[in-house]
């Protein structure tokens, strides 16, 4: 999608770019048709709207972003925190809290 949209808008990407975009769309074809035994493979139709929303979210990012980004950012965050947490509320579901992982989910929370 960003890619599409810079085109559009008359980018052209380099070579690198280009390389880049082809290999994130070779790898989301190859993850789509690799089964794991242990989760349901994904239908194209998911992919295809996983890949159309996380474009349009970093595309509405860099449209939104301006001169100072940070607060687009924490716009993005709260939003995200807020939906996660409707999305709790309403399915409520059950959490199996493991003390001995619980450095690990702080340390992944604090970077993301």
Same mark, same amino acid.
């Given at each position: 999608?960003?890619?599409?949209?810079?085109?559009?808008?008359?980018?052209?990407?380099?070579?690198?770019?280009?390389?880049?975009?082809?290999?994130?769309?070779?790898?989301?074809?190859?993850?789509?048709?690799? /089964?794991? @035994?242990? *989760?349901?493979?994904?239908?194209?139709?998911?992919? &295809?709207? +996983?890949? %159309?929303?996380?474009?349009?979210? $970093?595309?509405?990012?860099?449209?939104?972003?301006? /001169?100072? @980004?940070? *607060?687009?950012?924490?716009?993005?965050?709260?939003? &995200?925190? +807020?939906? %996660?947490?409707?999305?709790?509320? $309403?399915?409520?579901?059950?959490?199996?809290?493991?003390?001995?992982?619980?450095?690990?989910?702080?340390?992944?929370?604090?970077?993301?």
């Amino acid at each position: 999608m960003p890619v599409a949209a810079g085109i559009v808008q008359g980018d052209r990407p380099g070579a690198l770019q280009a390389l880049g975009a082809t290999a994130g769309i070779a790898g989301v074809v190859l993850v789509t048709r690799e /089964p794991d @035994p242990e *989760w349901r493979t994904a239908s194209r139709t998911a992919v &295809g709207l +996983a890949a %159309l929303g996380f474009g349009t979210f $970093f595309l509405g990012l860099d449209i939104s972003s301006g /001169p100072r @980004p940070a *607060w687009t950012i924490v716009a993005a965050r709260t939003g &995200g925190v +807020a939906t %996660l947490l409707v999305a709790a509320a $309403f399915a409520r579901p059950a959490v199996d809290a493991d003390r001995a992982r619980a450095p690990a989910v702080v340390l992944i929370a604090a970077g993301s």
